[in-house]
């Protein structure tokens, strides 16, 4: 049996010849079809409603193991897409096993509304003066210089001798001898 590549997208030419499309390289283009293809939707008279766009995922293994690649080019990828405003973080993971982060997309097609009145951020980008760098999601637990370890120091404790007064191999005989 063949494995699943996914359904079809139909990208807009107004999001084909944008700023954001062409700044986020092939990377960023591959994730963004995964995480597209994890949308689940519901058709009304309305047009298109999204179901689960906040919740989508795609974690770093399996865009590894899809791609074989490396793991900085998945966070490249997903750092890219977030800088332009192609997709948000709704849940930042990384607790323990299972907790994966969750994304939003801000692209949809022009027959579904965005969630919650959001608008499309990435018509906005320009690549210098509006851009959503600081979203990039940062290191949690990086060490400064001010927490390392000074010259001299191991960071263990030193722990006292347990055989003080009962040495086998000195010249103190144990406590208690057997018969």
Known sequence: ????????????????????????????????????????????????HFTNNGELFFTEKQYCEKYNCSKDVYTNGRNDLIRVGLIRMTYRGGNGK????????????????????????????????MNWEKEKPKS??????????QKGESGRSRKKSTLSKHTLNGTNPPIETYP
Not at 36 to 46: A, I
Request: aromatic share 14%.
């Open 1 to 48: 049996m063949k494995p699943f590549k996914g359904y079809g997208l139909y990208i807009s030419p107004e999001l084909q010849g944008s700023k954001a499309w062409n700044d986020i390289g092939v990377r960023g283009h591959r994730l963004f079809y995964d995480l597209h293809n994890g949308l689940r939707y519901r058709r009304k008279k309305d047009g298109i």
């Open 98 to 129: 299972g907790d994966k982060s969750k994304y939003k997309l801000t692209y949809c097609n022009n027959t579904s509304p965005l969630p919650n009145n959001d608008k499309p951020r990435w018509k906005f980008y320009d690549g210098v003066n």
């Open 140 to 149: 949690k637990g990086k060490i400064g210089n001010k927490t390392q370890f």
